[in-house]
């Protein structure tokens, strides 16, 4: 027989509502969950069904403390069965079941009136031994599970025959009973442990695939990165600083000096050019429209974005080098133009052809007096739309500056 220790440790493992979810599910995990609370649910209302007739069909014999009995079972079955039903607070409801239906039963000797000639039939109680094992796979850790599954014949046996007196007619039938229980009891604790520890083999396999995959695949992108870093080294920056080294005449630090503003140019884009590295899935221009405005919201500029043309789509990374350069442009309007008069245009002017336009009316500038250290022009928009085979122009006088950016397919 169970001891009370054992209750309150059962209690204390029902789950408040808050904790659910918590954790993260697996997910073959979840679904085996739920197969094994969908087929409790089966059993306890096909058992419950037949316990409850059996109660009604002696209402009219039972006194107060038998309904009380009834109630304090009835009431958390019904909610298990729900609970199993709907897929929620399973493990709350059959936790409650489990725990209530072992104190109903430790108290039915002193409720049940030994002189009721009911006494020597099997009492509806007794029908939902095992639902309260069921119950117990549903809500409790392994170990517990076992306990329900040994003690509750056990208590249901010192039950039984305390409502008999003890006497020796009971003992041949409670003793097979007790026998008949104990095997079905063992048997569904068993069989739900084998289910659960497949279903966490194949979410464990699936959880080691995916991290080998991930890892995998970041080893690979790094390694392309290495080398696509290196190969720049090697090509553009090493060449440059040999010229340089090496220069002598005019002519040759000119060379020098070119070379150098190219490999700080493709220095300065190695890392938009991996970020444009992606899906070439269709983007729609309402996608696009949307980043700008994004864009303008979180650098709190009052502007619009103006859309014209009919709606169109253009590669993804064409899209993201668009939005990048025209983010840049937008960037290069509030700082040195404090924003006065910028507006944004996302034109389409044919099948998957797409302008955008960066206007302001700011003092505008002059190209030519630009440093050959700042990459903001030369590297964020110019080089950006290169790389997708996109052109980029820039317009700057005394009434504004005006950036377009324009794409259309070769």
Not at 104 to 123: I, K
Not at 232 to 249: C, F, G, K, T, Y
Not at 371 to 380: K, Q, T
Request: hydrophobic fraction near 50%; charged fraction near 20%.
């Amino acid at each position: 027989m169970p001891e009370t220790r054992s209750i309150r440790e059962a209690w204390s493992n029902i789950p408040s509502p808050g904790e659910v979810g918590v954790g993260l599910e697996r997910f073959t995990g979840q679904r085996m969950e739920r197969i094994l609370a969908v087929v409790g649910a089966i059993g306890s209302a096909a058992l419950g069904a037949q316990a409850m007739l059996s109660a009604i069909s002696r209402l009219q014999k039972l006194d107060g403390p038998h309904l009380a009995i009834m109630i304090m079972v009835f009431g958390p079955l019904v909610w298990m069965i729900l609970a199993c039903v709907t897929g929620r607070w399973v493990k709350q409801a059959a936790g409650t079941f489990a725990v209530v239906y072992v104190l109903a039963l430790l108290l039915w000797p002193s409720v049940v009136e030994r002189t009721l000639s009911e006494a020597a039939s099997q009492p509806w109680i007794f029908f939902l031994v095992n639902i309260g094992v069921i119950a117990a796979m549903l809500a409790f850790v392994p170990k517990l599970q076992l306990a329900w599954a040994l003690g509750l014949p056990l208590i249901y046996g010192y039950v039984r025959l305390a409502q008999g007196d003890f006497t020796q007619s009971y003992w041949i039938t409670t003793a097979f009973d007790v026998s008949f229980t104990l095997i079905l009891g063992t048997v569904i604790v068993s069989l739900a442990w084998m289910f659960r520890q497949v279903a966490g083999g194949v979410d464990e396999a699936r959880s080691r695939a995916v991290e080998s995959y991930a890892a995998a695949a970041a080893a690979s992108a790094s390694e392309e990165e290495r080398v696509a870093m290196a190969a720049l080294m090697h090509d553009s920056v090493l060449a440059a600083l040999i010229a340089a080294e090496r220069a002598d005449s005019e002519r040759e630090r000119t060379l020098a000096v070119a070379m150098a503003r190219e490999a700080l140019t493709r220095l300065a884009n190695t890392e938009a050019s991996i970020a444009q590295e992606g899906s070439d899935e269709p983007v729609h221009r309402s996608q696009i429209v949307a980043e700008l405005r994004r864009t303008l919201s979180e650098q709190g500029a009052d502007a619009v974005v103006e859309e014209r043309g009919a709606p169109t789509e253009v590669p993804g990374r064409v899209a993201r080098a668009i939005v990048l350069a025209a983010r840049q442009a937008i960037g290069n309007a509030l700082a040195h133009a404090g924003g006065h008069g910028l507006h944004v245009v996302v034109e389409s002017s044919g099948a998957d052809r797409l302008t955008v336009l960066v206007l302001d009316a700011g003092p505008g500038f002059d190209q030519g007096a630009i440093g050959e250290d700042r990459l903001g022009i030369r590297a964020s928009i110019v080089a950006r739309m290169a790389a997708v085979a996109g052109t980029s122009e820039i317009r700057s006088d005394a009434t504004g500056t005006t950036v377009e950016l324009r794409w259309e397919p070769s």
